[in-house]
């Protein structure tokens, strides 16, 4: 399933792929990084706080995804230690 470029065999060179990759890098940074920022020693907590408000919709699809990994992450009463003894539940 490649793609090929019309009358040119589907070859593109080193310097053509840097070209196009060099044009599409993003040379302005719209929205100030936390992470960035803290790596150049400026702490802004203006970027991660308050933290925002999520919609109530994606909340709810985000709790439908996730319990079923809950429940299959949860120790069961039987779980074997790495020394292949039964591990007892506290209660």
Known sequence: MSQETPGRGGHVSEREARAVAEAARETEWRKPSFAKE?????????????????DPEDVAAGEAFLA????????????????????????
Not at 38 to 54: E, I
Not at 68 to 86: D, I, L, N, Q, V
């Open 68 to 91: 079923p990994c809950a429940r299959s992450a949860r120790p069961s009463a039987t779980a074997r230690s790495s020394s292949g003894r039964t591990a007892s539940r506290r209660r």
């Open 38 to 54: 803290l790596y150049l020693g400026r702490f802004r907590l203006d970027l991660v706080h308050p933290h925002p408000t999520s």
